[in-house]
């Protein structure tokens, strides 16, 4: 049997950790450029300007000892949600969909009923990044709507970058119980060396006890062609230390990491730069145990 959903004490789990753990990369993508809702994705980012399935990904989960992906929506539409779902059915390595909900509109619960009859549709992500005024996420629909997923204990992914943290603190404030996660650790610009205000927002955030991190996208925020592991690692034991191994959870965010390092490199620096006193149970809690207590899928565990 796996730990208790609710429990965050590692000392208090029963499971037999000498038995391997299923490992999970909590937040990766697949697109179909032809799908036409990808607009972010330009030409000129050559690398990832192609589409994605499992197949292109199954090679590197395998060379990782990957056995479970969580797949993150890479449009804020209702057809992309759709074409994941599609992909879950015939894939085995998914584990679960973060799809997209129109929070502004009056039928957004017909949308989540709709989505939730798929068995991998685990939770929905909110798109702060793409908002002109951060502040819309604190919008009464938008709140109304957070409340309702709270009150259930939906899991929700919040898209933002370090400027917009402060919006992100004042929903968190709206929505206390809220089950969320921060994509890419709040997308610090970690090229310029940015540390404050990150750091001590961060704080505040992990205060919260139902919001946990997702260590991912950190690539992307560094310097794509010059980048060093040690330039991330700051990063990565201050979110540690703030969430705890309890709270974080590993993320490839492929393909977009290609635009500056491998899949390989992505496990590799993050591996590295865990602290000397890290385990086997911290390190199978963030490289997979986390993200399927968050998502409420520990019956892969078992």
């Not at 404030?173 to 709040?186: E, M, Q």
């Not at 149970?281 to 993200?291: I, Q, T, W």
Request: net charge negative; hydrophobic share 40%.
């Amino acid at each position: 049997m796996g730990c208790s959903p609710c429990s965050l004490n590692f000392s208090g789990c029963n499971s037999n950790w000498g038995e391997r753990r299923v490992r999970v990369d909590a937040h990766q993508h697949y697109w179909k450029l032809e799908r036409g809702d990808y607009g972010w994705i330009s030409p000129e980012m050559k690398a990832i300007y192609k589409d994605f399935g499992p197949a292109d990904l199954l090679r590197h989960l395998t060379d990782n000892g990957i056995d479970k992906t969580i797949v993150v929506q890479a449009a804020p539409t209702l057809r992309d949600t759709e074409f994941m779902l599609e992909l879950a059915a015939s894939n085995e390595s998914i584990a679960g969909i973060v799809g997209w909900l129109d929070l502004h509109s009056p039928n957004y619960l017909e949308q989540f009923q709709t989505f939730r009859k798929h068995p991998s549709f685990v939770g929905f992500r909110v798109m702060i990044q793409e908002m002109e005024n951060a502040d819309e996420v604190l919008e009464p629909e938008v709140i109304e709507a957070l409340r309702h997923f709270a009150g259930i204990g939906f899991p929700v992914d919040l898209l933002m970058h370090s400027s917009q943290l402060p919006s992100v603190l004042k929903l968190l404030k709206a929505v206390p119980g809220l089950h969320a996660v921060i994509d890419h650790i709040a997308k610090p610009d970690i090229a310029a060396g940015q540390w404050q205000p990150w750091a001590e927002q961060m704080e505040e955030i992990a205060s919260y006890p139902g919001i946990y991190c997702k260590l991912s996208g950190m690539v992307t925020e560094a310097d794509h062609r010059a980048w060093q592991p040690e330039q991330l690692t700051p990063y990565i034991r201050h979110t540690l230390d703030l969430f705890g191994p309890e709270r974080v959870m590993f993320g490839s965010d492929w393909p977009v990491c290609l635009l500056a390092a491998s899949y390989d490199q992505v496990v590799r620096t993050l591996d590295e730069a865990l602290p000397k006193t890290w385990g086997e149970r911290e390190k199978a809690a963030l490289f997979g145990g986390n993200a399927l207590r968050f998502y409420k899928l520990e019956h892969l565990q078992r």
